[in-house]
């Protein structure tokens, strides 16, 4: 089954809505403005639904027909069911209106729909002619109200709250912020009762709606290079999610979108490399010269880690090789005829910079100032060994050079 919005030519649907309401022109006062839905299953239309979207997040079911030969297979109730979790985003509340019938009014009472009021004579003073129902004459219209918090599937929240979680935590995002976005999207779905705890790889979520509906799941998330323009746009559409202007299957699709966002092209990152390595040197006491080869050294040194990424290559092999490519490198440079002398160190310093995990490094102490202590710790370290692997290559080359080739001297 699958159920599609009708945005065109909804007097097509005209001999379905006549089922539910028999006079042509009381369907005209809310087909034009209202949202028309159809259910169909194996290409052949089974329900149809029109509902208005009311004042102060209500909304009403107008009309919802099935043909009498496919009635009693749950269509009309699978169609519901989807309008109250497609309408949760919007409103709080969906009235129906029906006659003074005892099937209809429990049929609607088995959908979760309660007693709102009565408008009496209705039946009377808007149709034209008398209406049968079950042979009994209808006169008043009952109104019925379901509240659409409770028709919100637990597992489906909280699978969409912990797939954002995942994409900020592992594209760089701080534990407060995976935890309270998570507890952000759940709350805006009513699911109030949450209980998160977050490592830096790795998420548990327990929830329960409070009508008796728990879900408990856990997310591996393993660590990776950050991405801060997945995670601004994480923090978006979560803002959009509370502020009740995406539904949770448009915002699934949305995350997926989101996830599948590429990182910048290489030649842009392997200028940015080149940049950063520059900039820093000079602002860490590199002469201009210095920070101008520090930019060619970044470039070179960025073409070798995105090589490394591309091959899967291990994170302890791409930074202790890129120790060493700088440093030879910069040893390269001091030998040619600069017009003026050239810095070891100056070189060096700067050209460091693209393999430093700095967004690791100030997340780790991030969550450790608030009280995260494990996940603090854990990220900490794995910044302090990238730190340990940069130093081993750039010591093993400058041991090389010193001791087996005789050191600046030429």
Same mark, same amino acid.
């Given at each position: 089954?699958?159920?599609?919005?009708?945005?065109?030519? +909804?007097?097509?649907?005209?001999?379905?809505?006549?089922?539910?309401?028999?006079?042509?022109?009381?369907? /005209?006062?809310?087909?034009?403005?209202?949202?028309?839905?159809?259910?169909?299953?194996?290409?052949?239309?089974?329900?149809?639904?029109?509902?208005?979207?009311?004042?102060?997040? @209500?909304?009403?079911?107008?009309?919802?027909?099935?043909?009498?030969?496919?009635?009693?297979?749950?269509?009309?109730?699978?169609?519901?069911?989807?309008? *109250?979790?497609?309408?949760?985003? $919007?409103?709080?509340?969906?009235?129906?209106?029906?006659?003074?019938?005892?099937?209809?009014?429990? !049929?609607?009472? @088995?959908?979760?729909?309660?007693?709102?009021?009565?408008?009496?004579?209705? !039946?009377? /003073?808007?149709?034209?002619?008398?209406?049968?129902?079950?042979? +009994?004459?209808?006169?008043?219209?009952?109104?019925?109200?379901?509240?659409?918090?409770?028709?919100?599937?637990? @597992?489906?929240?909280?699978?969409?709250?912990?797939?954002?979680? $995942?994409?900020?935590?592992?594209?760089? &995002? %701080?534990?407060?912020?995976?935890?309270?976005?998570?507890?952000?999207? *759940?709350?805006?779905?009513?699911?109030?009762?949450?209980? #998160?705890?977050?490592?830096?790889?790795?998420?548990?979520?327990?929830?329960?709606?409070?009508?008796?509906?728990?879900?408990?799941?856990?997310?591996?998330?393993?660590?990776?290079?950050?991405?801060? =323009?997945?995670?601004?746009?994480?923090?978006?559409?979560?803002?959009?999610?509370?502020?009740?202007?995406?539904?949770?299957?448009?915002?699934?699709? +949305?995350?997926?979108?989101?996830? /599948?966002?590429?990182? @910048?092209?290489?030649?842009?990152?392997?200028?940015?490399?080149?940049? &950063?390595? =520059?900039?820093?040197?000079?602002?860490?006491?590199?002469?201009?010269? %210095?920070?101008?080869?520090?930019?060619?050294?970044? *470039?070179?040194?960025?073409?070798?880690?995105?090589?490394?990424? $591309?091959?899967?290559?291990?994170? #302890?092999?791409?930074?202790?090789? =890129?120790?060493?490519?700088?440093?030879?490198?910069?040893?390269?440079?001091?030998?040619?005829?600069?017009?003026?002398?050239?810095?070891?160190?100056?070189? #060096?310093? =700067?050209?460091?910079?693209?393999?430093?995990?700095?967004?690791?490094?100030?997340?780790? #102490? $991030?969550?450790?100032?608030?009280?995260?202590?494990?996940?603090?710790?854990?990220?900490?370290?794995?910044?302090?060994?990238?730190?340990?692997?940069?130093?081993?290559?750039?010591?093993?080359?400058?041991?090389?050079?010193?001791?087996?080739?005789?050191?600046?001297?030429?």
């Amino acid at each position: 089954m699958n159920i599609r919005q009708i945005t065109e030519d +909804k007097k097509a649907y005209l001999d379905y809505l006549l089922l539910a309401d028999p006079q042509e022109s009381m369907i /005209d006062r809310y087909l034009d403005d209202g949202e028309m839905f159809v259910l169909c299953d194996r290409e052949q239309v089974m329900t149809v639904a029109v509902v208005a979207v009311l004042k102060n997040r @209500k909304c009403e079911l107008k009309n919802i027909a099935t043909r009498p030969e496919h009635q009693g297979r749950g269509y009309a109730r699978y169609m519901i069911h989807y309008l *109250c979790e497609h309408y949760s985003n $919007r409103c709080d509340t969906l009235y129906v209106g029906t006659g003074n019938c005892a099937k209809s009014i429990g !049929f609607y009472e @088995k959908c979760g729909f309660v007693n709102s009021h009565i408008v009496m004579n209705f !039946f009377i /003073d808007n149709y034209d002619e008398p209406i049968y129902e079950d042979g +009994k004459l209808l006169t008043d219209m009952v109104y019925l109200k379901k509240y659409l918090d409770s028709e919100v599937d637990v @597992k489906k929240v909280v699978n969409l709250a912990l797939e954002a979680g $995942r994409i900020l935590l592992k594209n760089g &995002g %701080e534990i407060f912020r995976v935890e309270e976005t998570i507890t952000r999207i *759940c709350n805006r779905f009513h699911v109030d009762k949450v209980d #998160i705890f977050t490592l830096s790889h790795g998420i548990f979520v327990s929830a329960e709606n409070g009508v008796q509906e728990a879900y408990t799941k856990v997310k591996h998330v393993p660590l990776s290079a950050p991405h801060l =323009g997945i995670v601004a746009e994480v923090n978006d559409l979560s803002r959009e999610i509370s502020a009740g202007r995406v539904g949770v299957d448009e915002a699934l699709q +949305k995350l997926g979108e989101i996830d /599948d966002i590429p990182p @910048k092209r290489g030649y842009f990152q392997i200028l940015a490399a080149g940049a &950063g390595s =520059g900039f820093f040197g000079f602002l860490l006491g590199a002469s201009a010269l %210095e920070s101008i080869i520090a930019f060619s050294i970044g *470039c070179l040194l960025y073409m070798w880690v995105l090589v490394g990424k $591309r091959h899967h290559m291990s994170k #302890i092999i791409i930074n202790i090789a =890129g120790g060493v490519i700088i440093t030879a490198l910069a040893i390269a440079a001091v030998h040619l005829p600069f017009p003026e002398k050239v810095r070891l160190e100056g070189m #060096i310093i =700067g050209s460091i910079m693209p393999l430093i995990p700095g967004v690791a490094f100030v997340n780790a #102490i $991030r969550d450790i100032a608030d009280s995260d202590f494990l996940s603090g710790t854990v990220r900490m370290i794995d910044a302090l060994l990238v730190f340990v692997y940069i130093a081993i290559g750039v010591g093993i080359t400058l041991s090389i050079y010193n001791n087996m080739l005789g050191g600046l001297a030429l």
